[in-house]
Every structure is written in structure tokens, then in C-alpha cells.
């Protein structure tokens, strides 16, 4: 199956912001804001009816399950369905879902409702960013993915940081059904503008039935995967080290440390923590940022040195909580440092998601996509699970675990700079 792209695609992927390209980026600025301010203030509102951690807590974690399983759904769809339609019809749905809750939530067991109703969301959401990451190759010349990627990470970590903070005066001021509201609108005006996206598309022979379609697509994009570009399966499995040893600590330290270990008041703690939960997606978005700024000097050789930088990040933490007794100065170091880490550790991401949108066929980018983003998401909560323990067996030593994750990842580092080392551009 030829999938060269005719004279005038090629014209029109020639500039980065094509009208396509524009429609796509402005898309993903409402549906993700909707997407972060709804996935916050739904578990807030649960919380704050129930007051309960504990179903939180599952809650939480029941929501996360769906988007493990349907990012490679995703992905095969994304290959074999308009990649625009993909994310009309699940802009739309989103909208639906919200609509629907609005109407059932004072009428039907909130625990259940809400745990649905994240699961759909989270579900939802790893369905159709295989779409959106896929679209970047059919619409943006190779010289500017990595220009592209950073516009679309960076769009990711602005909604991260921005769309919580509004959502939080919003529900704070007026409640939820405000935030439903906004936020159904924001789904429901991103589905109308990516109806006129218009996106490259080439239909793929079915091998039969769906489920075999589903299995032959998955075992395609494992087989590419492992034997015609192993590289790839390489970088994955130290972006998996990296979430596992590295970015699981981050997530489950932070607040620990900051509501329990470090000598602050409760109420100053947990505004603290907010600060720093700030500082993370303000590090995600400086790292897009510089992925787009320095697209053209950042060498795919030498992106080890990244993953390196992340893991040096991590020692200082340590140092600091076992040199100094002040609360304040500790959290200094530890926004600082989880700051730097989110810096390097998204530009390393974006790279590694444009030299993956490079090497894969166009006829395997979502599939592929979908494999590395489920495989990279599996690792964290076996993470978060790992450390959990730790920290609950080395109270009073919790520098030790810290150190222990930066030892770890420098390992890690070291390692991978011989796999990036021996990738030829």
C-alpha cells in the first residue's frame, strides 16, 4: 500500500502553522483545559461531600484504569479512522457525558456516578491523544516536529497548571454546576472546530472481524516495534525506568514530604504543596517551551545527557533533608529541584515523541504511539505503589528513599546514553 503523500499535501505541510495545523492546536487548548479543570473538580467534590481519603483515593485510581486500556484502541483506530473524526466524535461524547452527569448527579449514588464518569473521562482521554499525536505527521513537515510536539506538550502542561487553578475559584465560588457547565461548552465548541480540520487520510484493508483487526494491529505494532526498529523499544523501556524509579517518587514525595515530614503548619503546608504542585506543571510547561525554542540544536545523540540531568536533580533533595532541620528550606530545594526535573524531563519526552513520529510508517504512527504511551503508563502506578511502601518503611529516613531513586535513575541514565549514542538521524 503506497502511502507517499500527493504534490499538494506535501505544499501543505510544508508550513508549520498550516490552517489545519492552527485548528488542531486551538482544539486541544479548550478540550484540554475542560479536560484538566473536570478531572479536578469532580475527585474534589467527592472529597469534599464524603471527606473520606480512602474513597478518594480508589476513586482516583478506578479512573486511571481505563486510559491504560484504551490508548492502544486508540491508536488502532487512529489508523484506521480520520483521525479529525476520531476526535469530533469523542469531543462530543465528552460533552454528553457532562451533560449527562449534570442531570443525574443529585438523583443517583454519587460514588458510583462519579467513578463512571471519571472512567469515561480518563478512558476517553487515552482514546484520543494517540489521534492528536498522530495527526502531527500528516499535517507538519519532519523538519518541524519537533517544533509541533513542543506546541502541543507545552498546550498539555499550560492547560495542567491553569486549568485546575481556574476550575478551583470557579468551584470554590460558585460550586460545580458552574464548572459542568464551562467545561461542557469548552468539549462542545472544540468538537464543532475540529469539523473542519481536514487531515490525510488513507483507508487500511480489515483482516476480518474487529477483534482480529484489534489483535493483527497490536501484534503489527509490537513486531515493528521489536524487530524492524528496536531503538524504539529501547527508548521505551528507559522513559519506563525513568516513570517507575524517577517520576513515581517525585509524585507520591511531594506531598508526603511537604503535609508530613517537613516541620511546617498544617495550613501553610497545604498551600505550600499547592505552590509546588505549580511549580511541577510550570517546569512541564518551560520544558515544552525549550523543546520548541531549541528544536534545531537539541541532538538526538546526546539526548541521554537529559535523562542524566534528571536523576543529578534528585540528589540535592536528599542532601538537603539530612544537612538541614528548617521546613522552608527544604521545600525551597524541593520545588526547585522537582522543577528541574520537569524542565529535562519533558524536553526529553518531546524529543523522544518526534523521533518516534519520524521512523513509524504513516499507516503504523498511531498504533505505535498508542503501545509506547500504554507501555510508559503502566510503569507509574507500579511506582507509586513501590514508593508508597518505601516511604511508610523508612519514616524518619526518608532522605534514604530519595537517594535511592536518584542512584537508581543515574544508573538508568548512564545506560541510555549508550542506546541514544548509537542512534544514527
Not at 225 to 250: D, H, Q
Request: positive net charge.
Amino acid at each position: 500500500m503506497n502511502f507517499t503523500p500527493s504534490p499538494k499535501e506535501e505544499k501543505m505541510k510544508q508550513k508549520l502553522f498550516s490552517k489545519d495545523f492552527t485548528l488542531v492546536v486551538i482544539g486541544q487548548i479548550i478540550s484540554l483545559f475542560g479536560n484538566a479543570t473536570i478531572r479536578f473538580a469532580l475527585p474534589l467534590y467527592l472529597l469534599n461531600l464524603t471527606g473520606s481519603s480512602a474513597l478518594y483515593g480508589t476513586v482516583t485510581a478506578c479512573a486511571f484504569i481505563p486510559a491504560i486500556l484504551l490508548s492502544p484502541v486508540g491508536g488502532i483506530v487512529a489508523d484506521r479512522v480520520n483521525k479529525r473524526n476520531v476526535m469530533v466524535i469523542l469531543d462530543f461524547f465528552t460533552a454528553t457525558v457532562i451533560f449527562v452527569f449534570s442531570l443525574l448527579m443529585h438523583s443517583v449514588d454519587l460514588v458510583l456516578l462519579l467513578t463512571v464518569t471519571l472512567m469515561l473521562f480518563y478512558g476517553i482521554a487515552g482514546a484520543y491523544q494517540p489521534s492528536v499525536q498522530a495527526s502531527i505527521p500528516a499535517l507538519v513537515d519532519q523538519d518541524n516536529f519537533m517544533v509541533a510536539n513542543s506546541i502541543i506538550n507545552t498546550i498539555n502542561s499550560f492547560a495542567s497548571l491553569l486549568g485546575p487553578v481556574l476550575g478551583g475559584i470557579l468551584y470554590s465560588a460558585y460550586g460545580l454546576e458552574p464548572v459542568l457547565l464551562v467545561c461542557g461548552v469548552c468539549f462542545f465548541v472544540s468538537a464543532v472546530m475540529e469539523i473542519f480540520i481536514k487531515i490525510p487520510f488513507q483507508k487500511q484493508s480489515s483482516n476480518g472481524s474487529l477483534w482480529k483487526t484489534v489483535k493483527a494491529d497490536f501484534h503489527e505494532s509490537i513486531r515493528f516495534i521489536r524487530k524492524e526498529k528496536p531503538v524504539i523499544g529501547k527508548a521505551l523501556l528507559v522513559v519506563c525506568g525513568i516513570n517507575l524509579f524517577l517520576s513515581a517518587m517525585i509524585i507520591v514525595a511531594l506531598p508526603y514530604l511537604v503535609t508530613e515530614v517537613l516541620d511546617l503548619q498544617a495550613s501553610q503546608a497545604n498551600r505550600l504543596y499547592g505552590f509546588a504542585q505549580g511549580a511541577l506543571a510550570a517546569g512541564g510547561l518551560s520544558g515544552g517551551i525549550c523543546a520548541g525554542i531549541f528544536a534545531n540544536k537539541l541532538s538526538l545523540q546526546k539526548s541521554g545527557n537529559l535523562v542524566t540531568a534528571c536523576a543529578v536533580s534528585v540528589f540535592p533533595i536528599g542532601a538537603a533533608l539530612i544537612l538541614s532541620s528548617s521546613g522552608i528550606i527544604n521545600y525551597i530545594v524541593i520545588t526547585i529541584c522537582c522543577f528541574i526535573v520537569m524542565v529535562f524531563s519533558t524536553t526529553f519526552s518531546v524529543q523522544m515523541m518526534s523521533f518516534i513520529q519520524a521512523e513509524t510508517p504513516q499507516n503504523l504512527i498511531g498504533k505505535v504511539i498508542a503501545v509506547v504511551l500504554t507501555i510508559a503508563m503502566c510503569s507509574q502506578p507500579l511506582g507509586n505503589a513501590l514508593y508508597g511502601v518505601l516511604f511508610e518503611i523508612c519514616k524518619g529516613c526518608e532522605y534514604a528513599v530519595i537517594l535511592f531513586s536518584g542512584t537508581v535513575s543515574l544508573i538508568i541514565a548512564i545506560r541510555s546514553r549508550r542506546i541514544f549514542q548509537n542512534i544514527h538521524k
